[in-house]
């Protein structure tokens, strides 16, 4: 076996779980409560000194938890609200899996299952007007940022009731109205879209003087994109410009068939914010909670206008990179590691322990989401597919784009040309 | 001569002009455009406090900011791609290359972002972008500055491409791209930015899909954009001298192009001669031979000739410069055999 294993579980240390090349900066460093994450606000960026601060979060929630029986880091409400769109985002993905076996979606589908904590843990934070960007393994930042479930289940199987009228698929789910901007294709191709975002967001604070105006943009993207270009440009134009965004790392540590550690020189990708000049922070990304802690720290940092952050939270894919990928090369034994920390599993633990919840809610809302992933199925096998006068409609917001014909009339004029059948 | 004058001089009185150069006229119609609508903004490498390296951008840093005017590190790749993020939130951004070449480094965003988003979102978010800058072959720039970007790009679907070529068209296509909702690529050259005319005073905008009818004529149509304009308009004073009586369009509309003012010309003159400065291979002028000949086959009395660029890296030395580019010369010959 090659020498560098993907992970091992060291007793010794007081966090387990972490794996040994991203354990984190030694306790005595660390800053404690999330309320001393913070960059004390008078403190500009000194160039002179280290920019940012590298902190790991574990040790301090894990702490925290212990220490005081009153102090639960969230209510009952907040802890329902997490584990139904946690189960929502597992029931979903399920279901598109049988979906494609079925022969109801096709082409590229890529599952969330295992990384709920993530989008759940962020996205729940936001606001309406804040943006998020993802990447191909989108359905379940759509869910979370509350685009209905029927309109997901029916853009996957290709229907003009889609969020995208069927033209995007699974691995390009936006919507406008609650402001997901995608769902790309390529990795890193969507974090300069999302720079853009936070641009506009601090442009219409300081140049349209909309005093108000603090929305944040969440950038999601894997351990394999942090190898690209556009991350590191986009981390330097953020950091120069101290944009609202927060750079989420889903750090699943492998690239399709490629591990993370074979793909980089330096496997701790939170140690890249500082380079920078913003902090770097790595969370357990299997615990709702503490990347719940983090995200409230990070995205509270791009609304007061104090710049971005660079979040890496270790999770894991419990399945393969896609539905065509048969997953052969990961070592069972990691896959069983991080089964056994299943974020749902956990927080319906810490739920019940802390008498927030009873089994009987819970499973409420289990019965719940199966409902509505079974409506969402129902409405996208009865929605119609596309018809043919679709095909060319949305190539341009202004049709006239299309030019001016041989008659002397624009193409759009012509009721039929939506169907394909002009040149250009 | 004396009669024109004085129409000339009414017209000027009527409809008041101003004299300025190319680059000034790009730059009057961003201005205005930015002063109308606070959305509009610029973003590029020196656009801002060294006033773009062509002039475009010169002053309006101080006037509108250096928020507005963003200079931005040299990542083509993803300031394209801030750019077009900015727009499908709400922003209106201009992104300029420093050279036209630079941007295929941003040709990920302008191919996969720029073009597809509006319709991978299913309409719901539109891109009112403009990517402009400099390109062409100049003086001895090398090969790599002297590209011809318009060839790789009219593939892309849901971008509109167009080239100015006269003060008077630069400023109205400027402003009529701003004014789109749809993403424009708006093709300048390095050589004409010290052409000079005079243009009108009041708001005008050049609309995007046409093109524009340089010299009516009888005998041939010539179809050329940008810097090959005034090649084959020095041609068309050889060609007058010789008794022709060429038909020049400038096509101006890269993408689309504007089959009406083209296909009129066809029919008058049954003969199409294409000038350009796209490489031979995979060009704008091979594109615009094949809409011609499937649009209008019947109407020509001649295969169409299309005098591009040699297939060649531009080389350094002057002569060698010179023999890749379609000079008058050609052009004259050209237009003798398809009037044979």
């Not at chain 1, 995200?295 to 979040?311: D, H, M, N, S, Y």
């Not at chain 2, 101003?18 to 455009?33: I, T």
């Not at chain 2, 590029?44 to 002053?59: A, N």
């Not at chain 2, 000949?293 to 060649?312: K, M």
Request: charged share 25%.
């Amino acid at each position: 076996k090659i020498s560098t294993q993907p992970f091992s579980l060291n007793p010794t240390s007081p966090t387990s779980h972490d794996r040994p090349l991203v354990s984190p900066v030694p306790t005595s460093l660390f800053l404690g409560s999330t309320r001393k994450l913070r960059l004390s606000s008078s403190s500009k960026l000194n160039l002179h000194r280290r920019p940012g601060t590298v902190v790991a979060v574990s040790d301090v929630v894990k702490q925290k938890k212990s220490k005081s029986t009153h102090s639960l880091l969230i209510t009952k409400e907040e802890g329902l609200e997490l584990y139904e769109d946690m189960i929502l985002g597992r029931a979903f993905e399920d279901m598109c899996a049988q979906m494609y076996y079925r022969g109801k979606m096709f082409g590229f589908v890529h599952l969330y299952n295992g990384q709920e904590a993530v989008s759940t843990g962020f996205i729940k934070l936001l606001k309406q007007q804040d943006s998020v960007v993802s990447t191909y393994r989108d359905h379940v930042h759509a869910l979370s940022k509350r685009v209905p479930a029927r309109a997901v289940m029916s853009e996957l199987f290709g229907k003009t009731t889609g969020c995208c009228r069927g033209q995007g698929g699974s691995m390009h789910m936006f919507s406008r109205e609650h402001n997901l901007l995608g769902g790309f294709a390529f990795i890193g191709e969507g974090i300069p879209v999302a720079t853009g975002a936070a641009f506009t967001s601090k442009y219409k604070r300081e140049v349209l003087k909309e005093a108000d105006c603090d929305h944040v943009t969440l950038a999601f993207f894997g351990d394999g994109t942090c190898n690209n270009g556009q991350f590191f440009e986009c981390l330097n134009m953020a950091a120069l410009w101290k944009l609202p965004i927060v750079f989420v790392v889903e750090n699943n540590l492998w690239a399709i068939g490629m591990s993370h550690l074979r793909a980089t020189s330096d496997p701790q990708i939170y140690k890249k914010g500082p380079a920078f000049g913003m902090p770097g922070i790595h969370v357990d990304g299997m615990d709702v909670l503490k990347v719940r802690e983090v995200a409230k720290e990070a995205i509270g940092r791009a609304r007061r206008g104090e710049g971005p952050t660079l979040v890496e939270c270790e999770t894991y894919r419990f399945r393969g990179h896609s539905l065509a990928d048969p997953d052969e090369l990961r070592d069972p034994a990691e896959k069983a590691h991080y089964a056994a920390r299943d974020p749902i599993t956990a927080l319906k633990k810490y739920l019940i322990e802390n008498s927030l919840a009873s089994e009987a809610d819970l499973k409420a809302i289990d019965k719940k989401i199966d409902e509505v992933v079974e409506d969402a199925v129902e409405f996208a096998d009865e929605s119609p597919v596309p018809s043919q006068s679709q095909l060319l409609e949305n190539v341009f917001a202004d049709p006239k784009g299309f030019g001016i014909g041989p008659d002397g009339r624009y193409r759009c004029e012509d009721p039929k040309f939506t169907e394909g059948t002009a040149h250009v | 001569m004396k009669v024109v004058g004085v129409i000339y001089v009414t017209r000027s009185i009527l409809y008041p002009r101003h004299e300025l150069l190319l680059f000034e006229a790009l730059r009057e119609g961003l201005e205005e455009e930015m002063e109308r609508d606070p959305r509009v903004c610029v973003m590029g490498e020196d656009v801002g406090h060294y006033g773009g390296s062509y002039k475009v951008t010169k002053g309006l840093a101080t006037k509108f900011g250096d928020l507005r005017v963003l200079d931005t590190p040299i990542a083509e790749n993803s300031f394209t791609g801030m750019g077009i993020g900015a727009a499908m939130t709400g922003l209106r951004p201009v992104i300029e290359g420093m050279n036209m070449g630079f941007l295929l480094l941003a040709f990920n965003q302008i191919s996969n972002n720029c073009g597809m988003l509006h319709y991978t979102s299913g309409g719901q978010f539109t891109i009112p972008i403009v990517i402009r800058g400099p390109g062409g072959v100049g003086r001895q720039l090398g090969a790599e500055h002297s590209q011809r970007l318009e060839s790789y790009f009219q593939s892309v679907p849901g971008i509109q491409m167009v080239a100015c070529s006269t003060p008077y068209n630069a400023k109205g296509l400027m402003k009529a791209a701003l004014r789109s909702e749809n993403p424009v690529i708006l093709f300048e050259h390095v050589l004409l930015y010290n052409l000079k005319e005079r243009i009108p005073d009041e708001d005008y905008i050049c609309n995007l899909e046409e093109a524009e009818m340089v010299r009516p004529g009888e005998h041939v149509t010539i179809l050329t954009y940008s810097r090959m304009r005034y090649h084959v308009m020095q041609a068309a004073k050889t060609l007058v001298n010789k008794g022709y009586d060429p038909e020049v369009i400038d096509i101006r509309s890269l993408k689309p192009f504007d089959l009406y003012t083209i296909g009129n010309s066809v029919k008058k003159t049954h003969r199409v001669l294409i000038v350009e400065e796209c490489m031979r291979t995979g060009g704008i002028g091979a594109s615009l031979t094949a809409a011609i000949t499937e649009n209008f086959h019947d109407y020509l009395d001649a295969p169409i000739i299309c005098l591009s660029s040699q297939d060649v890296p531009t080389p350094y030395a002057g002569r060698l410069e010179e023999w890749t580019v379609v000079q008058p010369a050609q052009i004259v010959t050209a237009v003798e055999q398809l009037c044979q």
